[in-house]
Each structure stands twice: as C-alpha cells, then as structure tokens.
C-alpha cells in the first residue's frame, strides 16, 4: 500500500502542475510547437472521456472515476506485488487528476471539463493522467495474461508444483 498511495501521489502532483502550467501559459487555439507540427501543447477542455466520447455524461464519467478510486483502494489493501502496485498507482494517481478537474473546473462540480494538452501526431490530446491511466492498464492488463496476481503468487504456479511432485512420485514408485 505504501508504494501503491506514493506512486498516485506522484502522479497526482505531476497532473496538477502540468495542468496548471497548460492553463496558465498555453492560449486556446495557439499551440506551441516542440517537435514540429507533430508534437504539441494545445489547451483543451474535455467534458467526456478518452477521445472526447461521452462528452455529454461528465456526471456520470465523475461517478466512474470515484468508483474506480475506491475500488484501487480497496484492492491495494491486499495488494504483495511491486508491479501491481505501480500499476494500480499509475492508475489511481491518473483517475484523481482527472476526477479533480471533474469536481472542481469549470462549467461547475461533477461536471467540470478535464484539461488536456499533450498533442502527437493523430492521437488525441492527452494529459498526464491520462498517460498514467493507459501505462497503468496495459501493465495490468499484462500481469494477468501472464498470471501474476496482486497478492505476490503466480497463477498455476501450484499446480505446476503438484504436477512436479505427482511426476517424481511416479518416477519413484516405477522406479
């Protein structure tokens, strides 16, 4: 849990200065160019989700983020992995920075517009939230196809033991 809350911290406090550093020196409709034209910073207010889908429902994107902050709470509790808990990190630390612009920015609480404004190339504009969202998921996402569970044990590793000494007791007996 200790990794796991100062993973999201760190995330929390990069999301909320990036944020704050975008609002305050990037001009709407004025992207300042890095990498040419494929890398930018361009202010955006994002009332839906990822890719600007269910822009309507910010209300219920809000709720989703505060289930999700519960949930990685409540799964952290458990948690004897170091590599679930840096992706339950990225993960929380990305679902508060944003879950704070939701109750605090404008148009007003549970409907506030997330800032974004990383530009690359064809993909959408991103924050730092967001990124740390995605690398957590995938990383995630990885660790259960490849059957590593947040309490520290690997799945079947049991059974490959039982497997192991089922096979020698029979080496054993025939021997």
Known sequence: MPMLVSIAA????????????????????????L?????????????????????????????????????VIKIGRTLRSPWWALGLGLVLGGALGNLIDRIFRAPGPLQGHVVDFVSVGWWPVFNVADSAIVCG?????????????????????????????DLDAGKAAGA
Request: glycine share 12%; no cysteine.
């Open 10 to 33: 760190l995330i929390l406090g990069l999301d909320l200065v990036t944020k704050i550093l975008a609002v305050r020196h990037i001009k709407p409709g004025e992207p300042i160019e």
């Open 35 to 71: 990498i040419g034209d494929v890398v930018t910073l361009t202010l955006v207010r994002n009332p839906g989700a990822a890719f600007s889908m269910a822009t309507g429902m910010t209300w219920v994107l809000t709720l989703v983020a505060i289930g999700v902050v519960i949930g």
């Open 137 to 165: 998921a995938i990383l995630l996402v990885a660790l259960t196809l490849f059957g590593f569970e947040p309490d520290g044990t690997r799945a079947g590793a049991d059974s490959d033991a039982t497997a192991d000494s």
